[in-house]
């Protein structure tokens, strides 16, 4: 299993940047990839940024591209979402997952409010 925790949420300006991070019990190189979601109030959710650890190939939302930047730390065990040139429609509650061994797992996600 894997378990996640996501921190880094938070009030900010329209233009503003936050930080997310989504630490892994497990190491990040054992996990096939990672991905950044986001569920805005009264909408789906999206998959905004992703990272196939075994390639290092990376994929953004057309929403964010530009904008956003994932990035790994092995280290740690953690992926990282910063966010830049914030706009209010990037407001939501910002969840990582890991695919690994053929199951997908979340974390319970943090809160992203981006004020106009």
């Known amino acids: 299993q894997v378990q996640l925790v996501e921190s880094g949420g938070g009030l900010v300006q329209a233009g503003g940047s936050l930080r997310l991070s989504c630490a892994s019990s497990?190491?990040?190189?054992?996990?096939?990839?990672m991905n950044w979601f986001r569920q805005a109030p009264g909408k789906q959710r999206e998959l905004v940024a992703q990272?196939?650890?075994?390639?290092?190939?990376?994929n953004y939302s057309e929403s964010v591209r530009g904008r956003f930047t994932i990035s790994r730390d092995n280290a740690k065990n953690t992926v990282d979402l910063q966010m830049n040139t914030l706009k209010p429609e990037d407001t939501g509650v910002y969840s990582c997952?890991?695919?690994?061994?053929?199951?997908?797992?979340w974390g319970k996600g943090t809160l992203v409010t981006v004020s106009s």
């Open positions: 997952n890991a695919v690994f061994g053929g199951s997908i797992y």
């Open positions: 497990k190491s990040i190189l054992d996990i096939y990839a």
């Open positions: 990272i196939i650890n075994s390639s290092g190939r990376i």
